[in-house]
């Protein structure tokens, strides 16, 4: 079981007091991964017991981001990963007050999908579950077709879904150390997307 944490606001942007609340929800945290010694000093919102976040400083193409955060320290650190619902409710709540509008997250889609909707997998290796794409017209390739130019994911602060777009934009991005390595599969398809 994590911990899920939520962030209240007091008076001042810079000031987070944090409560930790039990979620079922949001799925099992290696229990030896300690992320107060195991990670980069830099990663210190704490929103579950296993995991701890940074937010990009400043905005880049989603490939980079994703070299951004998996080089702080590879093999524990990569975009965030929300497998949940109340997983992605969480970071989505944390990040409103932040003032930034949209974030990239590590969710990519595989080479040769056949639809907007196929092939679309966590940057640890999970199947992103259907349900956490905003509403019915998501993920959609920007015009429902699937022409490959919208293969990663990106939060925006006031939509409760995933939404696709192409890697090229500058966003900041959320990333975390939770002791996940980023997955092959994930490495190939970010490195397609490139080109």
Not at 12 to 39: K, M, Q, T
């Amino acid at each position: 079981m994590r911990v899920v944490a939520l962030l209240l606001v007091t008076g001042c942007a810079d000031l987070w007091n944090i409560e930790y609340v039990e979620s079922i929800d949001a799925g099992p945290a290696d229990a030896s991964f300690e992320p107060d010694r195991e990670c980069p000093s830099d990663y210190q919102l704490a929103l579950f017991a296993g995991s701890r976040y940074r937010i990009t400083p400043d905005s880049f193409a989603a490939w980079d981001d994703s070299d951004d955060c998996n080089d702080d320290k590879v093999g524990i650190t990569h975009l965030a990963v929300a497998q949940t619902r109340t997983e992605l409710d969480n970071l989505i709540d944390a990040l409103g007050p932040t003032g930034i509008g949209s974030w990239w997250l590590g969710l990519v889609q595989r080479a040769g999908a056949a639809t907007p909707n196929d092939g679309w997998i966590w940057v640890t290796g999970e199947t992103v579950d259907p349900a956490l794409w905003d509403g019915p017209s998501e993920p959609n390739d920007g015009d429902g077709t699937e022409n490959a130019t919208e293969q990663f994911g990106d939060i925006i602060s006031n939509v409760r879904g995933l939404i696709d777009y192409d890697g090229s934009g500058g966003k900041r991005a959320l990333c975390e150390c939770d002791g996940r390595a980023m997955s092959a599969e994930a490495k190939t398809a970010i490195e397609l997307s490139r080109r």
